[in-house]
C-alpha cells in the first residue's frame, strides 16, 4: 500500500460527498423498503400460505438474513477490490426483481427462494457503501456520516410498513374478487416496492469512484485481479465447494473443515430431533458453517486483514454487542405489525401509519443524535462510541417491556418510537467503531464481517425465536419479551469493547504492519 501524506486534521467533506450521501441513503432506504415489507404484509400472507408466526421469522429473518450474510463476506472483499459503485448498481437491481418477483409467490418455499434473492443482491449495498463514505468523509465526521446514511434503515423501515399497508388494503378493497393478473394485495404490494429501484439503479451508476483511502492519505494501489479474488471467496464459503477451497489449503485444512462440518450437522440432526423445522436451523447451520470456513481461509490468504478483524477481540466485542442490540430489534421491528393487528385488532393501513410513521422520526432521531454523540465522545474519550453502544442495550428495555405488556393502544403506539430512539443509536457507534479498527483496503470485508453480527446474532435468529416462542405459548407478547434474556451478555460485551477498543485502535497499524502489510 503507498502512502501519501495525510489529510489534514481539520479537512471537511466537500459538497459532493454530502450529494453522494443522499443517494446513499436513498438506496438504503429501498433496502429495508424491500426487507421490511414483509412484516406489514405477514397476516394476509400467513392466512393465504397457511403459515405461523415462527414460519414469517424465517422468512423475514432467516432466509434473507443467512444468506445475507453469507454472501456479504465475498462481496465485501469484492467492494474492498473493484469499483463499488458498479457492484452496488449490479446488487440494487438484482434485490429489486427479487422484490417484484416475491409477489408472484404462491407459496411458503417460493416466498423463501425470492427472500435469499433479496438478501443475496442487499449483500452488495451496505460494504460498498460504509466504504464509499469512508473515502468521501474523513474521521472526524465518519460516525456522523455513516449514521446519517444508516438512518435509511428506518425511513426505510417506517415507509415500508405505511406503504405496505396502505396498499395492501386499498388493493383487497378495490378488487374483493377477480383482481388484475390475478394478484391480491399483498402480491401487489411486493411489485409496487420492487420496481421503482431499477429505476434508482441507473442513478446511483452515475456516482464518481473516489481513490481508495483518500480521506486518510493512505492510497491503495488497484487490485490486480478481484474477480479471480472474488471466485476464491466463493470457494471458501459456498458449501460444499468450501471442501473444495479447504483441499487447496493442505490436508489438515480440509480434515478441520469436514470436522467443523460434522459438528453443525450433528447440531441440526439434535435440534429437529427435538422438535424444532428443519428449514430454520438448516439455513443457520449453513451460515455457521460458512462462516467457519471463510474465516480459515481469510486466514490462509490475508493475515493481515485476518488480523485485524476476526483476530481482533475489541472487533469481535462490538460486533456481538451490536449484535444483539440487532437481536432484540428485528424481533420487534418483525413482529409489531402483528402483535397490533392480533392484540388492537387494527388495519394493515393503521398499523402501518401509526406504527410506520413514527419509526421513521424515531430512528431517524435516534440513529442520527446516536452518530452524533459518538463523534462528540470520541473526541474526549478514546472509547466514547462503546459508550453509545451500551446505552443503546439498556435504555430501551423499560419502554419495550410497557409497549408489550399494555392494554392501551395510544401508549403501545407512544412507546415504540421511544424505544426506536434508544436502541437506534448504537447503529453509527458501532460501524465507525468497527472502520476505525482496520486499514481502509479492509473494510467492506470488515463492514461484511460486522454484519453477520446483525444478521446470523440477530435477524436470523431474533424474528424467529420471538415467533417459535410466541407459537409455543400463544402470546407474541411473551415471544418477543423472552429474548431480554440474552441482555447480560450484551452488556458484558459492550463493557468488554469500551476496555478494548482504545489499544486496538492505537496498535492499528503496528499490528498490521508484524502480520505482513507493507506500510
Known sequence: MASSSAAPADRKAGPYAWYVLIVLFLVYALNFIDRQILTILAPHIRRDLGLSHADIGFLYGTAFGVFYALFGIPLGRLADSWHRVRLMTIGLALWSTMTALSGLSRNGLQLAAARIGVGVGEATASPSAYSLISDWFPKRQRAT??????????????FSLFVGGAIVDWWNAAYPANPPFGLVGWQAAFMAVGLPGLLLALWVLTLREPMRGQSEGLMAPPHPAPFRSFLEDLLTIIPPLTLVGAARVGASALLRNLVALALVAAAIYALVRLGEPLPQWLAVGIGVYA???????????????FKLILGTPAFLAVVLAYGLNAFLAYAVAGLAPSYAAQVFGVTSREAGLMIGGPAILGGFLGVTLGGIAADRLRRRWASGRIMVILFGSLAPVPTLVIAFTTADKALFYAMLPVTQVFASCALGAAAAATQDLVLPRMRGTATAAF?????????????YLAGRVADLTGSLSTGILSLLLTLPLAVAAAIAAFRLVPAAEATREERARAAGEPL
Not at 145 to 158: D, E, H, K, N
Not at 291 to 305: E, M, N, Q
Open 291 to 305: 462462516v467457519y470456513s471463510w474465516s480459515a481461509a481469510l486466514r490462509h490468504r490475508d493475515v493481515p486483514t
Open 145 to 158: 456520516a455513516l449514521a446519517i446514511y444508516s438512518a435509511g434503515i428506518y425511513f426505510g423501515g417506517g
Open 451 to 463: 454484519f453477520i453480527g446483525t444478521t446470523l446474532i440477530g435477524l436470523a435468529l431474533g424474528p
